[in-house]
């Protein structure tokens, strides 16, 4: 446990850009390798074999300890595009014996050796816990068939007077639990790194052993074992997920805001009544305000300097309300327009005081 505590603790070494991350959709493939870890497990020895080595003089009980060991899966599954997920996953476990010891009178056995596999079939389902940035944590469980395999299992008592060995496999229903991050790789859409975490548990597999005199090969005892078979793997892996959604399509351009048009409405000296021409650019201007279905359409009423400052402001505005009366008339609404009056602020042509400039007496339609 502990060489893994410290690779988990390694630095992070620098991974490929990823991806925004997305919710599998159809057939996928998988696969990851990492470490195994199996915990100590007591041998408990069944009844006729406990008789029998009771009977030889020794108490019925023991363990075995393993090395840190390795450990790969292969998966084929299928997304649903709302983070569940099922597969079918064959896995591999192996650990080396590390220690075999506690059977009363032996105290630590010697010459100890063999290795622990499991290999089988698991049905898995998973749920990816929704998008977190670039990065997909989920969990799963699963159930399934696993074999467990005991090689060249053995151990000799240190003063030599018996020795067990164990070469048998035997199938169990097995379990999982899994917990783990993928990280969507950008240079390749559909490919993802995965990091996880999984506890697989077996029923306790019946594992044939004998025990006998090392010096004399003699049978002292032969019966069943029942060992815990408990595995914990860090597993780093890749998964490629064939059908991929569609990249979401780029927003739509901004409709391009509609042209600004102006129309000018001349005034005879001194007046504020539409003549024929200054009615058929209203009507025009009222017609542009329909096709364009215009938001706001500004009136702004002007006077040339031929009268004072008070006077030609108030003939402005009296300009501009008459060119919203008949815009009105012609269908425009009346709250899509807004009335102003310069007076004689604002000319088209500048000139000097008192002078009568046809173009300055005018009103300004703006639609917007």
């Not at 390798?33 to 009980?61: K, Q």
């Not at 010891?101 to 596999?117: D, I, K, M, P, Y």
């Not at 399934?144 to 067990?164: C, E, F, H, K, P």
């Amino acid at each position: 446990m502990a060489l893994a505590i410290a690779i988990l603790a390694l630095p992070a070494a620098p991974i490929p850009a990823l991806a925004q991350a997305q919710f599998v959709t159809g057939p996928y493939v998988a696969g990851g390798a990492g470490v195994n870890l199996v915990p100590d497990t007591d041998l408990n020895i069944d009844r006729s074999l406990s008789a029998a080595l009771g009977a030889a003089g020794y108490a019925p009980s023991g363990s075995v300890g393993f090395d840190i060991g390795f450990g790969g899966v292969l998966s084929l599954g299928w997304g649903f595009g709302n983070g569940l997920r099922t597969e079918i996953e064959g896995s591999w476990r192996s650990n080396s014996v590390e220690s075999v010891s506690g059977v009363a009178g032996w105290s630590t056995l010697n010459a100890f050796g063999g290795r622990q596999e499991s290999w089988g079939v698991m049905g898995n389902v998973l749920l990816d816990l929704g998008i977190v940035g670039p990065v997909v944590p989920y969990v799963g469980a699963g159930a399934g068939y696993i074999v467990t395999d005991w090689s060249g299992v053995r151990g000799v008592g240190q003063n030599g007077a018996l020795r067990m060995t164990v070469d048998d496999s035997n199938g169990q229903f097995a379990y999982q639990g899994i917990a783990g991050l993928a990280f969507p790789l950008d240079f390749a859409p559909g490919l993802t790194l995965t990091a996880e975490y999984r506890f697989l548990g077996t029923l306790q597999p019946r594992l044939q052993a004998r025990f006998e005199n090392p010096a004399t090969g003699a049978l002292v005892a032969r019966g069943t074992i029942e060992p815990d078979n408990y595995n914990h793997s860090l597993l780093l892996g890749l998964r490629y997920a064939f059908s991929r959604p569609a990249p979401a399509a780029p927003p739509a351009p901004a409709a391009a805001p509609a042209a600004t048009r102006s129309f000018l409405v001349f005034f005879d000296w001194n007046r504020a009544d539409l003549n024929e021409r200054a009615r058929q650019i209203v009507g025009e201007a009222a017609q542009q305000a329909r096709a364009q279905r215009s938001t706001r359409i500004e009136v702004a009423g002007h006077a040339d300097r031929s009268g004072t400052v008070q006077y030609n402001q108030v003939l402005s505005r009296r300009r501009a309300e008459t060119v919203a009366a008949e815009l009105v008339r012609l269908g425009v609404a009346r709250e899509e327009i807004t009335v102003t009056a310069f007076g004689e602020s604002q000319p088209l042509v500048p000139t000097a005081d008192d002078v009568r400039e046809p173009q300055n007496r005018r009103v300004e339609i703006v639609i917007r």
